[in-house]
Structures are given as C-alpha cells and as structure tokens.
C-alpha cells in the first residue's frame, strides 16, 4: 500500500506560479506511473499530467502544456508539479496518484493504472 501526501497548493493571481509536491511512502526507481489529477467543483475529474519512473517519459493534457512541468526526484521517493502562467480556468483539488510498480508506461495514459491517491491539495487561481 502506497501513501501520497501533497503539499504545495495555495492561491495565487494569474500569471503567478506554484510547485506541488507529492511524497511516497515507498517508491521504486523504476516502472511506476506517477501522475497528477485535478477536480474543479461540478466538474469531472481531469488528468493533468504524468511521468514514467521507469524512463522519464511525461505527458501532458492539452490544457496545461508549455505551462506545467513534472518532475521526479527518486532519492527523496517525491514527484513536482511545477506550475506557471497559472489561470483561473487552473483552480481546482490537485490530486497525485500512483500505480503499482512494475507498470509498463502505455498503462500510463488509462486513468485506471493508478491505485493509490493522495487527499488532495487546493489550488486557487484568482484573476
């Protein structure tokens, strides 16, 4: 059982930037999906982006590429999101996730590949 525990959302005006954190409980160094999630009220729950430990390879939706950047860090078992040009359209619960090891990374990209899910951290943009 994997535990996730963000940190780093808050609020900002537009155009401003925030880094979310996601610490593990345990973590491979390898062949984990590890993406992060976001839920806006009334709305459905949105992938925002993901990254392969196994490889580094990350994908991003639409809505956020050129402005968000994910990132691992393996010693400190912790995944970032770096968020810049942040937009009201951005407010939302920031949800990180995490498969089990050994995934393969075109699991990466089915919202069912993760399993284990952090509480959430609030990220409010204001215009």
């Known amino acids: 059982q994997v535990q996730l525990v963000e940190s780093g959302g808050g609020s900002v005006q537009a155009g401003g930037s925030l880094r979310l954190s996601c610490v593990a409980s345990?973590?491979?160094?390898?062949?984990?999906?590890m993406g992060w999630f976001r839920q806006a009220p009334g709305k459905e729950r949105e992938g925002v982006a993901w990254?392969?430990?196994?490889?580094?390879?990350?994908y991003y939706s639409d809505s956020v590429k050129g402005r968000f950047t994910i990132s691992h860090d393996n010693a400190k078992n912790t995944v970032y999101l770096q968020m810049n040009s942040l937009k009201p359209e951005d407010t939302a619960m920031y949800y990180c996730?995490?498969?089990?090891?050994?995934?393969?990374?075109?699991?990466?990209?089915?919202?069912?590949?993760?399993?284990?899910w952090g509480q959430g951290t609030q990220v409010t943009v204001s215009s």
């Open positions: 996730a995490a498969s089990n090891a050994g995934s393969y990374i075109m699991w990466c990209s089915r919202p069912s590949t993760f399993r284990y």
């Open positions: 345990e973590y491979t160094t390898s062949s984990r999906c």
């Open positions: 990254i392969y430990t196994g490889g580094g390879n990350s």
